[in-house]
């Protein structure tokens, strides 16, 4: 069953064909941060725009490398939520359009559930019930959360951040220590040549009354707001001046230090009695969190798993990927050609 995936959630306009859940035929992601680089952050107005302008080329462009005809597709994949509503609306807009030009059905995808199926992309050799049940974090720019995976479209949300994403986190603190945007990679690099230990910035655990969301537990909740506003004092009482460098990557090295130890210590906490933990998101390609989580899950047995680098940031395989065990498996699809963008669709809640 070849599926065309189709992912506009955020800033990414991307593209994919993916055959039976795993073999990945043609990848292609349009990234607009150039357009919102100069704004520190992403801009829903120039977003949207920069989608309609490229998605039908990214569409063309994936079908294309696929090596299949249009005629060859069995459905089409697309994001309706979570994101940022004027951006889903341009995929599912394109989406529906084609899904009626080629009479084939469409397939509507929470975007998280994408991020997590990404571990199972190039890999015909483990489908997702060969791990079933496993804890999954899923860090990105927008979202942190620690989901059990009962099976594919089946998810029980353990924990999340009270407030900011972890990549949120980063972003902020990027832009304070005028890293400029995205913030994550930018961390990451300058890090790699600062002293984590320079500064000891606040562990984002949250106490029992912070956790405002019912059924939740607190300790297997996060927060990042108070790391920013730590960050941000830091610098008024010790001004950049200029020639700082060193100073630049200390504070970048201390700052990814606390998100990273909260976020390792969460996971050991939330997966004392799993077998098999996930780390899926933008966030999971920071180097340093890939030494912690490797360590944590080290003295534990406990299994670690990665997606490949260019399946952790958004793409549309991952969408076309999960797309497919969901139809195989006949689970309740969104497939109506009236099917409404969800900003705020939540996953296992
Ligand atoms: O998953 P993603 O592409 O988009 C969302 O669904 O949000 O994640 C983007 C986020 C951004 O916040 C970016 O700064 C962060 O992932 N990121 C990183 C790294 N690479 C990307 N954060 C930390 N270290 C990195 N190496
Ligand atoms: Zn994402």
Not at 73 to 90: C, F, K, Q, W, Y
Not at 131 to 148: D, E, K, N, R
Request: charged share 20%; proline share 5%.
């Amino acid at each position: 069953m070849n599926i065309l995936g189709i992912e506009t959630s955020c800033d990414e306009t991307a593209a994919a064909v993916v055959r039976d859940g795993h073999t990945v035929l043609s990848n292609i992601v349009y990234t607009q941060i150039a357009h919102h680089r100069p704004y520190g952050g992403v801009v829903p107005e120039i977003a949207s725009r920069k989608h309609v302008e490229h998605l039908p080329e990214v569409i063309t462009e994936a079908v294309t490398a696929s090596g299949i005809g249009w005629d060859d597709l069995d459905a089409i994949a697309v994001t309706r939520g979570p994101g940022l509503a004027s951006s889903l609306l341009v995929g599912l807009a394109g989406a529906k359009g084609l899904a009626i030009r080629l009479n084939i059905p469409l397939i509507g995808i929470n975007h998280l559930e994408g991020h997590i199926y990404s571990i199972f992309l190039d890999h015909p050799d483990m489908p997702p019930a060969s791990l079933c049940p496993f804890l999954a974090l899923i860090v990105s720019g927008g979202h942190t959360c620690f989901i059990q995976v009962n099976g594919i479209g089946n998810y029980t949300l353990l924990g999340r951040t009270i407030d900011d994403a972890a990549g949120e986190a980063f972003d902020k603190g990027a832009n304070l220590l005028g890293l400029g945007y995205p913030g994550g990679p930018a961390i990451d690099k300058a890090a790699r040549s600062g002293n984590p230990e320079f500064v000891t910035f606040p562990r984002g655990f949250v106490r029992k009354l912070q956790a405002r969301m019912p059924g939740l537990i607190p300790r297997n909740c996060v927060s990042f707001s108070g790391l920013k506003t730590a960050l941000l004092y830091y610098i008024k009482d010790h001004p950049l001046g200029s020639g700082s460098a060193a100073d630049v990557n200390n504070l970048a090295a201390s700052y990814q230090e606390a998100i990273v130890d909260t976020l390792t210590q969460r996971a050991s906490h939330v997966s004392e009695s799993a077998k098999v933990f996930a780390v899926v998101g933008g966030v999971s390609l920071n180097k340093r969190l890939r030494e912690t989580m490797a360590a944590m899950v080290g003295k534990r047995r406990l299994r670690l798993i990665l997606a490949a680098p260019h399946y952790c940031t958004d793409n549309a395989a991952m969408i076309a990927g999960v797309a497919f065990h969901k139809w195989e498996s006949r689970h309740p699809l969104d497939q109506a050609l009236d099917m409404d963008a969800d900003p705020n669709l939540g996953i296992g809640e």
